[in-house]
């Protein structure tokens, strides 16, 4: 340690050499140091007038000088009793600072300004306030309504009285009439057209906004609910005629397959069914199957020369319904979802699996009888017995010419019983306990610990982390402090056991820490 003297309070202090060859080692304390950094002026408190050293930008030597500065107020008189009183500048500038108290204010005249009514011209009064932010302009709110109401003075053409209207009602076309007395007398009420009812054919008469809107179809309520019955009914009967119409389909196509009858075409895209009897002129023959036959697209169209066109844009249509399919393995019809469906059910689709499954006859390694195996076991070498009394005795044999034991013999690992095990449990994993009791103990295992409370032993998990025997006890330690004293004050304080502090407050871990740092400085 190189002993130096102090820059700023003159001390003898001590740095150490790695301290100086940085560059350090001139001031005592980090104080001096900021000190140092800070050009303090010397200057007059202009309240006190006392000297003090602050920095340049500071105007009073204390905190009480300062409040004193600000509390410094202009003397002023009340113009409501003519009291002296002080205002702060602050006061004054914002307008305030006129009378000494509110009930001078209250009893000071309203300063107000005398004003024309924009309407009637009838002169009143209004509060300077007002008139500073835009109001004051009408005498009353009446006068406001109408000025603000445009209205334009006209006569009525039957009574000849003159009367007010809105602009906004002269543009759309009204305000001609002053009352709906003078409207009727006109003769103008009755501005409706003349339409028939589409349900029982009656006339009647209708406003032409009606009309615009779409309404106006119907006499009565009773003819609107009669028209909505027909739609309703036409709709279900078409619904219902459609589902006959596939159901004569589907007959006629597992009658007669899906082959053309006159060409032999058969690609499904391409048929139809066809009535033998026409549509028309035989309505009772319509959903009859022996009425019907399967065609081609090119057939059909030359039996109906009239809708050629109509029958052969059917090709065109993506969206048309499939025809029905016969399942692969039983042999119903069924629709199918998709182009690629094959059998109708899952459960059919499956035994046609088992039955393309190959299957092939081996010898018993043990017992030397065939029994029938598949081939896809054969082939990963799973094979070799044909029941598990043969596969016992055969890897049984195996294992005795080997020399490996079939059997060895362990300790339970809950009762600690000698018992005997099969090799191929021990191989893979099992075989630690004697019983299926001893197992689930072992599952079941406790450990016993003792209660910081009660001093009582108890039993619990090894994976459980308790401490306390019941939540009674664990509330008790929750709230249990130990007292402890702060080595800076030497006051006593209480912690949670679960705590780790030292010091009773902020402050005294704040003065320990500037002592440690001081210590360290020194050294």
């Known amino acids: 340690m190189i002993k130096r003297i102090c820059k700023t309070c003159g001390k003898e202090f001590a740095a150490t050499p790695s301290e100086i060859a940085k560059g350090g080692g001139i001031y005592c304390s980090r104080a001096c140091y900021a000190k140092a950094q800070r050009r303090l002026v010397a200057k007059i408190c202009p309240i006190c007038e006392k000297e003090f050293v602050a920095y340049p930008g500071r105007i009073y030597c204390s905190r009480e000088c300062a409040n004193k500065a600000r509390c410094r107020g202009i003397t002023r008189s009340c113009p409501t009793c003519g009291k002296e009183f002080t205002a702060t500048p602050s006061e004054i500038a914002l307008g305030r600072g006129i009378y000494c108290s509110l009930d001078c204010r209250s009893k000071a005249p309203k300063r107000s300004v ?3 009514c924009a309407v009637c011209g009838k002169v009143f009064t209004r509060k300077l306030s007002a008139v ?13 309504n109408s000025a603000q109401r445009k209205r334009e003075t006209k006569i009525c053409p039957v009574c000849g009285k003159p009367f007010e209207a809105k602009s906004s009602e002269i543009a759309r076309g009204g305000g001609i009439y002053c009352s709906p007395e003078c409207f009727h007398k006109e003769g103008k009420t009755d501005n409706r ?3 028939a009812c589409e349900t029982c054919g009656q006339t009647f008469k209708v406003y032409p906004s009606r009309v615009l809107k779409g309404l106006g179809k119907y ?3 009773d003819c609107a609910y009669l028209a909505q019955r027909k739609e309703y009914n036409r709709r279900y009967l078409e619904q219902e005629l459609q589902a006959r119409y596939y159901a004569w389909t589907e007959a006629v196509i597992a009658r007669d397959g899906l082959r053309c009858a006159r060409c032999g075409e058969t690609d499904v895209s391409l048929l139809q069914t066809h009535h033998i009897q026409d549509w028309k002129d035989f309505p009772d023959l319509r959903y009859d199957p022996d009425n019907g036959i399967v065609l081609c697209l090119d057939c059909h169209a030359s039996k109906h020369p009239e809708i050629e066109n109509f029958i052969k844009s059917w090709r065109r249509d993506s969206k048309r319904r499939r025809p029905p399919r016969n399942c692969e393995y039983c042999g119903t019809s069924f629709k199918s979802r998709h182009k690629d469906q094959r059998f109708c059910s899952k459960k059919c689709s499956g035994l046609a699996n088992r039955a393309q499954t190959k299957w092939t006859e081996i010898v018993c390694a043990e017992c030397g009888e065939k029994f029938p195996i598949r081939q896809c ?19 049984g044999r195996e294992r005795r010419a080997e020399n490996r034991p079939l059997s ?3 300790i339970c690992g809950t009762c600690g019983k000698a018992f005997k095990v099969k090799a191929s449990k021990i191989e893979s994993g099992r075989g630690m306990y004697c019983s299926h009791d001893c197992a689930y103990s072992a599952r079941r295992r406790r450990v016993t610990k003792i209660c910081p409370i ?6 619990t998990k090894p994976s459980h982390h308790t401490t306390y025997c019941s939540p009674e006890c664990a509330h008790e330690g929750r709230k249990r402090r130990t007292n402890k004293i702060c080595p800076v004050c030497g006051e006593t304080f209480e912690i949670k056991p679960s ?16 002592r440690e740092s001081r210590r360290r400085l020194h050294q």
């Open 132 to 144: 500073k932010e835009g109001r004051g302009i009408y005498c009353s709110r009446d006068c406001a």
């Open 193 to 195: 057209v003349t339409k």
């Open 408 to 410: 060895l013999e362990r």
């Open 499 to 514: 705590e780790q502090k030292k010091y009773c407050s902020p402050r005294c871990a704040a003065e320990a820490r500037r």
């Open 219 to 221: 006499c009565s309520r």
């Open 454 to 459: 009660c001093a009582l032993p108890f039993e």
């Open 114 to 116: 005398t004003k024309a």
């Open 377 to 395: 076991k054969l082939e990963r070498g799973k094979a070799r017995f044909c029941s598990p009394p043969c596969r016992a005795r055969g890897v």
